[in-house]
């Protein structure tokens, strides 16, 4: 039998090699075994199940719906394919014990994924997914036929995206967006984030442009990662046909990236601040600010100068969520494109984070390059650089260690003011400048990131991450 190891947010493995029906069968077995043997007081023994246009996806996503319906669970089934925060919000609005959503996110055409989602509508915290994993292979697995379930009104099948995107509209002033006549472009990279916005837009005076729509499992032979590498059909289009603003959501849409209304890429820290700037300046409101470790600075003097409470947590939306939980949070957000918004799921969600952005256009009636301008004006210049590098996991303790105790003394020419150590080793710098090593939870790869005020600067300090690598 393979080995079956939860990472971030799930299981994720290659289709037909490892993420086969036997082996997905095992892993919805142990999590109807869980969750029976945990109910969580207050929500019902219902769970969710959704799919993104992945290989098979819907052949999955089925036989899940199967395996939890034999376990005695009622089963909330998708219509369609559909994002992994629509399915979190049914968790959440069906007060369900949870959800499990196919796909692989932004991972190759040949992988597939197993999400898993706590009663919250957020992803599972790694404790409930280590249960789960020591559950595997504990009892025989238990199915339904998926027609005769559906007879007996044990699988409900349900659009799941309606009540999330009625939900989004909520979010924000959707009257002055609908009124805006904005011009906008959604790059969906061929994800299942393809047609949200046309629907959500539907009926208003915008003009809304779908960029790499079609399902294509192969996902046009890129990724499906909002990054710039993967912009350039869509780039050379907008360059030839401008637009107001480029949306780009990953393959699942829970994940951003973006570009301007002419195809030139933005940054996730950009489009964080852009948002943060927004909810402060315009929205006049406050709360706590959550950014995991890599994320900009500029979130920081932000946060200085509005007055804002910055809380710093490790790498991965699960510490975002926990910390939305406690309430008070104004926005949450990760290096990676994950942006949550308080009233409505503990989740990332790049659907909303559209909308939101369409709203800030709408109030502002500015092109988005003067508005980036103002932030950068007004906050100085921040470039971020990162790169993957292969290093054995076992000596990565080691290093990490060795980066704690032996801090340099300076980061270009800057003193060093911070080492911060809780998720991989973070060097900050009293001009904000930083340098961060911090290693994959699951694959011998070391990421090293940097930010700097220019391009150069932040590739030299990469190469400072580099050096230190090499001194184990």
Known sequence: MAAIKFGTDGWRAVIAEDFTFANLARVAQATADFWTANPVPGTQPTAVVGYDRRFLSDQFARLVSEILAGNGFSVIHTAEPTPTPSVSFAVKRANAVGGVMLTASHNPPAFNGFKLKAWFG???????????????????????????????????????RKPHFAAIKRLVDFDLVAKSKIRFAHEALFG????????????????????????????????????????????????????????????????????????????????????????????????????????????????????????????????????????????????????????????????????????????????????????????????????????????????????????????????????????GVKFVAADGTWLMLRGSGTEPILRIYAEARTDADAQALLRVGVRLTERL
């Open 122 to 160: 957020g992803s599972a915290e790694p404790s409930l997914c280590q249960a789960v994993e020591g559950l595997l292979d504990r009892s025989p697995v238990r199915s339904m036929p998926f027609d005769e379930a559906v007879r007996q009104k044990k699988i409900v099948v349900r659009d799941l």
């Open 192 to 423: 299942v984030g393809a047609g949200c916005f046309d629907e959500l837009l539907a009926g208003t005076s915008c003009r809304v442009t779908t960029l790499n729509g079609e399902h294509d499992p192969g996902f046009g032979g890129i990724n499906p990662e909002p990054i710039a590498r993967n912009y350039a059909k869509s780039a050379a289009y907008l360059a030839r046909h401008p637009h107001d603003l480029c949306l780009v959501t990953d393959g699942d849409a829970d994940r951003v990236g973006g570009m301007d209304g002419r195809g030139n890429a933005l940054s996730t820290h950009q489009i964080i601040c852009l948002l943060l700037r927004h909810y402060v300046v315009n929205r006049r409101q406050t709360g706590r600010v959550a950014k995991a470790l890599t994320t900009t600075s500029m979130v920081d003097k932000m946060c200085a100068k509005f007055g804002l409470e910055l809380v710093e947590t490790g790498v991965g939306f699960k510490y975002i969520a926990a910390e939305m939980m406690k309430g008070g949070v104004l926005l949450g957000f990760e290096e990676s494109g994950g942006i949550g918004f308080p009233g409505h799921i503990p989740e990332r969600d790049g659907i909303a984070a559209g909308l939101v952005l369409l709203e800030m256009l709408a109030t502002e009636r500015k092109p988005l390059v003067r508005l980036l301008a103002g932030l950068e004006k007004e906050f100085g210049p921040h470039r971020y650089a990162r790169i993957d590098t292969r290093f054995p996991l076992e000596k990565r303790a080691a290093l990490m260690a060795y980066c704690r105790d032996n801090p340099p003394a300076r980061l270009l020419k800057s003193p060093l003011a911070d080492v911060k150590s809780f998720d």
